[in-house]
Structure formats: structure tokens, C-alpha cells
């Protein structure tokens, strides 16, 4: 979008100057030809006042053309009444002045005056002729003394000289215009797009977990507005969340009254032995029951993008479920990172995770079956893999709360939240010998 708005504004201001730049070069070649022709015709002028005013010599009037600008491309010639030339003279035919005598009227048609004279100043005035290479300013000028002819010669290249230095100036403020123009786009870009490109970064924040992430609100009014909507749609998901949270810790503490019944009935009972086994696994529902009040009710801002080292906890969780792994004789095979891995999962949904994937081995495979906990890196993120030599996993266990095998149907469920609130995902898949292999994929902090 930047790009598209720095390309209309250069595409506007290259409008607006082609539109003026182009006529005005058109016209500097007319222009120019028309100063230097204005000049010749002042310089005729006056020569010709010099020459009615000052009743000059010939040898003066040599001494004052030698003072003017004498070139191959510009010069001054008088023809004197005696017929005389002093520089170079033109023939110009029929269309020039020719005066053949002193007080007569040239063959151009110049009228005498009450005294007979040529009229000069303001009476008569030069006239430029179209001559070979070039062009011509006329003047005759009638004294006292007799007829002079001036004629001031300026050449083709002389009448087009500066046309060049027009078109680069011309071409040169162009260029500054467009360059202004941007500049100009730059900066409007950045106060739009700017904006937006912020706004639609902590959208992706927020989309990604990180509800802390506020957009700006400076900018053109209309995206300051949208900043402002985001900003406090981020607060209202704040809120919607620790409501939740108390919620789902109310509800678990009020699980701690019938637990702490089933407890003191776990201990009434007469065996010794089956009192053991029963509190063992009171107790260990009681500690998953404060895990879960206290993942509830932590922090408000822990944990929207939370972290923990994947080969600790995972090395944690293959050890406690070695014990039954062995009453059960089956052979086990851990992989794992000589490293700490860190992982965008809190230390408490990843063990619950792996903790859901072990349990599906043991209550779904026979005893005596064989898996493999593997953890390796996978840029950005990790993989970890949990693989048996068991029956497989049917498809349909992957749906939430379905299950073939009479269990709960979440295990599957909670390993695969688990990965995609890490910003990856789960795989299953079957081994050569007809086992499951479920892969998790999990995104870096």
C-alpha cells in the first residue's frame, strides 16, 4: 500500500509538470529567436540615433562599430550617403532599403519629411529580413548629411543561442519537482501507512496471544479511530479473560469439598492396603486440582506468551512415568537435547500434554508395549515425539470428546491445544510396525 501511494503521488506530480514542461519547451526556441531579433532591432536603433544625432565622421563611425559586439555570428555594417560601406553589407532585394541619394526617400518607401530627410527615432523605424544563414535588422536613416543604411546581421545559430540552456533548466526543474514531489509522497506515506502498518503488526500481537500489545492512535484521525477500536478491544478480551480464569477457579475450588470427602472415606476404609492405593490417588487428583486453580489464577498478563525449557520438562515427565512403565515391562527409548530447549508453551500445559500422550500408550496399548519420547529442535520451534508399537490411533479419536476405547476423548485434545497455542501444530501418523507416532510441533518464545 505504501508503494501504490508513493506511486500515485509520483504519478500526479509527473502529470502536472509534463503538463507544463512540455509547452514551455515547445516555446523556448519562438522565445529565444524573438529576444535575440529584439535585440538586433535595439541595436539598429541605436546605431541610427547615434548617426542622426551626432553627424559623425566616417572614421567615428568605424571607431563606434568597432566598440559593438562584432562577430561571425552577430556584426554591424553602415553604408554611408557617398555610398561608402563600413562593415559588411547584406543584399536583401526588393525588401530591404536602398537609399540612393542624400534626402531622398529609399526604394523601400520611407517618406521625406517638411525638410526633405529620411524620417529617423520615432518616425522610422528597422525592420529584420530573412537573409541566408541568418536574419537581418534594416534601418535608414536620414540626416542632414545625406541617407545612411544600418544593418545588423545576426546568424541562425546566434538567433537559437540559449535554447539548450532553457530545456536544462526547464528539465532541471523538473526534476526538483518531482523530487519535492517525492519527498512529499514519502512523508504522506508515513503518516498513513506508518500507522497502519503498526496497527495491523499489533493486530497480529494480539491474534498471536499477546493481549499487552497496543496499537498506535497518532496518525490521520480515521486510523487514530481504528488504533483506539483495537486498543480497546485488546482491554474487553483482558477482561473476558480473567473472567474466565475466576471461573474455571471457582469451579475447581468447589471441587475441593467433595474431594476432601472422598478422602476421609479413602482413610475409613478397613484395608490398609486399599486405604494406600485410594488416598495415593486422591492425593494425586488433589495436586492436579491446585494445578489447575492455581494456572487460573495466575497473573493476568503471565502467560499470553509464556516459555519453558522442553528438554527439563520432558525429561521430568519420562521419568515419572518410568515406574509404571516398568511394572508393566515395557521397554523405553528417550531422545532428548543435550540442551535446554526453550518453547512458547508454559512448563504446565507441555507436561499435561506429554502427560495426555503417555497415558494414551499405557491405557490403549498392551502391557509389554514398547514406546519412544523423542525431543529435537526444528528451527524455529521444537518437535516432540511420542511413538508405541501398539494398535494405531483411529481417526476419529482425534476429534474432541470422541474415543473408541471408552476414555474421556480429551488426551488427544489437550495435546493438540497444546501445540497450537505454541503457534504449531500436531500429526499423527503410523509406524512401519503399525503404532502411532504423534508429533507435536512447538513454536519458539
Not at 231 to 255: K, M, Q
Request: with cysteine.
Amino acid at each position: 500500500m505504501r508503494r501504490r501511494i508513493l506511486l500515485l503521488v509520483l504519478g500526479i506530480t509527473a502529470l502536472v509538470v509534463l503538463a507544463f514542461a512540455i509547452p514551455l519547451a515547445i516555446l523556448t526556441p519562438s522565445v529565444v529567436t524573438n529576444n535575440a531579433q529584439a535585440k538586433a532591432l535595439d541595436q539598429a536603433r541605436a546605431v541610427g540615433l547615434y548617426l542622426q544625432n551626432g553627424s559623425p565622421t566616417a572614421d567615428q563611425i568605424s571607431s563606434y562599430l568597432k566598440n559593438l559586439s562584432q562577430t561571425r555570428d552577430r556584426s554591424t555594417a553602415v553604408q554611408l550617403p557617398d555610398g561608402t560601406t563600413i562593415g559588411t553589407l547584406h543584399d536583401l532585394g526588393s525588401q530591404g532599403h536602398r537609399p540612393d541619394y542624400p534626402g531622398a526617400s529609399g526604394p523601400g518607401g520611407l517618406p521625406n519629411d517638411h525638410n526633405g530627410n529620411l524620417p529617423t527615432g520615432g518616425g522610422a523605424q528597422p525592420q529584420m529580413v530573412s537573409v541566408p544563414g541568418g536574419k537581418v535588422a534594416e534601418l535608414a536613416v536620414g540626416t542632414n548629411s545625406g541617407a545612411y543604411l544600418v544593418q545588423v546581421y545576426v546568424s541562425s545559430g546566434a538567433l537559437q543561442s540559449g535554447v539548450g540552456k532553457w530545456w536544462a533548466l526547464i528539465a532541471g526543474g523538473s526534476a526538483a519537482l518531482l523530487l519535492i514531489g517525492l519527498i512529499g509522497g514519502e512523508l504522506l506515506t508515513r503518516r498513513i501507512v506508518r500507522p497502519l502498518l503498526d496497527t495491523a503488526q499489533t493486530a497480529h500481537r494480539i491474534s498471536a496471544g499477546d493481549v499487552t500489545a497496543r496499537a498506535p492512535t497518532n496518525g490521520p484521525r480515521e486510523i487514530a479511530e481504528v488504533g483506539s477500536a483495537l486498543n480497546l478491544l485488546a482491554d474487553r478480551i483482558d477482561e473476558l479473560i480473567a473472567e474466565e480464569r475466576e471461573t474455571v477457579a471457582d469451579l475447581s475450588h468447589r471441587l475441593r469439598t467433595p474431594l476432601t470427602a472422598l478422602r476421609l472415606d479413602a482413610e475409613a476404609l478397613r484395608d490398609p492396603v486399599e486405604a494406600e492405593r485410594v488416598g495415593n490417588h486422591v492425593s494425586v487428583l488433589e495436586r492436579m486440582l491446585t494445578a489447575v486453580i492455581r494456572a487460573a489464577r495466575r497473573p493476568q498478563r503471565e502467560g499470553r506468551l509464556p516459555s519453558c525449557d522442553a528438554t527439563e520438562v520432558v525429561r521430568d515427565r519420562v521419568e515419572f512415568w518410568s515406574a509404571l512403565a516398568d511394572d508393566q515391562r515395557r521397554a523405553t527409548r528417550t531422545r532428548l537435547p543435550a540442551e535446554p530447549l526453550l518453547v512458547r508453551a508454559s512448563a504446565e500445559d507441555l507436561a499435561a500434554a506429554l502427560d495426555a500422550l503417555l497415558e494414551n500408550v499405557v491405557a490403549h496399548t498392551p502391557e509389554g508395549t514398547p514406546y519412544a519420547v523423542e525431543l529435537r529442535v526444528d528451527e524455529p520451534g521444537a518437535v516432540l515425539a511420542v511413538a508405541d508399537e501398539g494398535p494405531g490411533i483411529s481417526p476419529d479419536a482425534v476429534s474432541r470428546g470422541r474415543s473408541d476405547r471408552g476414555s474421556s476423548g480429551l488426551g488427544l485434545d489437550i495435546a493438540r491445544r497444546c501445540a497450537e497455542a505454541s503457534g504449531g501444530s500436531m500429526t499423527i501418523a503410523a509406524n512401519p510396525s503399525g503404532g502411532a507416532h504423534v508429533e507435536l510441533r512447538l513454536g519458539s518464545p
